[in-house]
């Protein structure tokens, strides 16, 4: 067992503590501690100029605000999804009672496969929720036509694309609604949080609504809502979480970067590319095991693990292989076999604003085989 310091898999960047401390005096004064304060104004307005979209709701997180999007759009019946994700993708589905349809991913995006959605629809089929895993884009164009011929909603679970573009704007702004994970493990983060990206005014009010309880003012209830809202003090800290982003995801840059000129060529490991986004956040760094390393993915895993480096299989097991999941016929090892394939072979390397290049060293070491 290595005596040297435990390297995670990330690590939140922090802003200054007295800047912190100076906005809760403010919060302290005002004694608005919920409730769509000042804070959660001003940040819902800074995140819409930062990513370039027109209406976002904040939220307390975003397990609550895929459950809420999906009562937003009124979704029923089945939706297809992947398997390869974190499980609240999946999860925010059974919560509103709706059976997820699996469909496996594509080998190269990791996303979900258009291919293999028309061939999993169904007269009960309302929606796709896809997810831009690792911050890779979906085949926005190719999903939302399937989506147009059949009558479909399109909920991008978008927890990993902080700020990721392509060509035309903001990944943001496809499908129906996109929803935005701020936990404390994402580039942007607000302790815990989330948001759902609004297309307009309207549906913005009603999320507004549905998270709050249903109600429109102290007397009128309109659907029976959740609390989902944001407090002050998440809020003043994406502010300032959101001053620094351009320099945290510069330094991810380098880091990726780095990982990529030291691991090329090294038979058997293979870095997962992203050449659709005209903009990432490099979000993740995860590799590809194959045969022709000299040992399998877990005995790698372990053996970082053994150095104090506590990589992450990011995504095993695959949501299917779960029981609430795996007696579902679209749950079939046989239905998903790129998905099954990928998730015995992902590691997640670490990465985060302040990893060192010692610690970077040490990293790729191990994986070199030093």
Known sequence: MSNQKPIYVTQPQLPALQ??????????????LTNGGPFHQ???????????????????????????????LRVTGEVITTPYSFVATAHSLLWNGIKPVFVDIDPDTLNLDPAKIEAAITPQTTAIMPVHCYGNPCNVAEIQRIADIYGLKVIYDAAHAFAVNIDSGSILNHGDLSVLSFHATKVFNTFEGGAIICPDAKMKQRIDHLKNFGFVDETTVVAPGINGKMNEMQAAFGLLQLRDIDAAIDARQAIDAR??????????VQCVSNTAASRTNYSYFPILIDSK??????????RLRQHDIYARRYFYPLITDFPMYRGLASASPSNL????????QVICLP?????????QSRIIAVIRGG
């Open 19 to 32: 800047d912190f401390t100076q906005l809760l005096g403010q919060i302290w004064d005002s004694k608005v």
């Open 293 to 302: 390393y000299p040992e399998t993915r877990d005995n790698l895993y372990f």
């Open 42 to 72: 001003q940040l819902e307005g800074a995140l819409c100029d930062y990513l370039g979209v027109k209406h976002l709701a904040l939220f307390t997180n975003a397990t609550i605000a895929l459950v809420t999007a999906l009562q937003a």
């Open 337 to 344: 076999p790129v998905a099954k394939k990928i998730a015995e």
């Open 351 to 359: 990465i985060y604003p302040n990893l060192t290049e010692a610690d």
């Open 259 to 268: 990982y990529r000129t030291a691991l090329n060529g090294v038979p058997g």
